[in-house]
């Protein structure tokens, strides 16, 4: 079946540091994937997103990496800030429409 | 824009009770989910619908029940309250479903099942 992991549950990094956080997904055939950010008592916010047919996507401050080799995606936070403290969660969409969510890992940034 | 708004951002019911959680936007988009989510688990979908008047099963559809009688408003019922619902329970939409269409998700019901 399906499944998206993070390799780590937790990451704790100083505040201005870059921080990298890693996923693994099982499906082959997936052709979207998004990162998402969960802050204490919201929802998860879009950060970004990335095709399959792509291997970098840059945003503000965020890239995120996808390397279909490995099936693993990841997501660089630059000069990573205390508001960037949260849960981070990668998703998985194949051509079906069907969304695989990862149990995310929980940023920490120390000042 | 209010985005994706859930009613009530708490509850606590006894085991046997039903109740109705109530997510409404305004971005006049097509379709609209319903996750829980779990520790230790991620969001795991329970019903969707991709347009007003349809809905369809996700992965852990049991125990509850959905309708999409307008556009703008996904209900999700549970009939008889079970504590293995104890969880938190998040709407979401979409304008389709897919590559390019990330979702947009409320700020979620927790729910108690004592």
């Known amino acids: 079946g399906e499944s998206v992991g993070l390799h780590l549950p937790t990451l704790s990094v100083q505040e201005g540091d870059n921080s990298i956080i890693n996923c693994a997904y099982s499906?082959?055939?997936?052709?979207?994937f998004i990162w998402y950010k969960q802050e204490s008592g919201k929802g998860p916010q879009f950060i970004i997103d990335i095709r399959s047919n792509m291997d970098k996507r840059q945003g503000q401050r965020v890239t995120v990496l996808l390397n279909k080799t490995v099936k693993h995606l990841s997501l660089q936070i630059a000069a990573t800030q205390p508001g960037d403290s949260a849960v981070y969660f990668c998703a998985e969409t194949n051509n079906a429409g069907k969304s695989t969510f990862g149990d995310g890992t929980t940023l920490t940034v120390k000042p | 824009n209010a985005g994706v708004t859930q009613t009530p951002k708490f509850r606590v019911l006894k085991t046997g009770q039903s109740m109705t959680l109530l997510c409404a936007q305004d971005?006049?988009?097509?379709?609209m989910y319903w996750y829980r989510q779990d520790p230790g688990m991620g969001l795991r979908l329970i019903h969707y619908s991709v347009g007003e008047g349809t809905t369809a099963k996700g992965e852990v559809p049991d125990g509850y029940n959905v309708s999409r009688l307008k556009k703008q408003n996904f209900l999700l019922g549970l009939e008889s309250a079970a504590p293995s619902q104890t969880s938190v329970y998040f709407c979401?939409?979409?304008?389709?479903?897919?590559?390019?269409?990330?979702?947009?998700f409320g700020n979620g019901t927790r729910l108690t099942v004592t």
């Open positions: 979401a939409s979409s304008p389709q479903r897919g590559p390019d269409s990330p979702l947009h």
């Open positions: 971005m006049n988009h097509e379709y």
């Open positions: 499906n082959s055939a997936s052709d979207y």
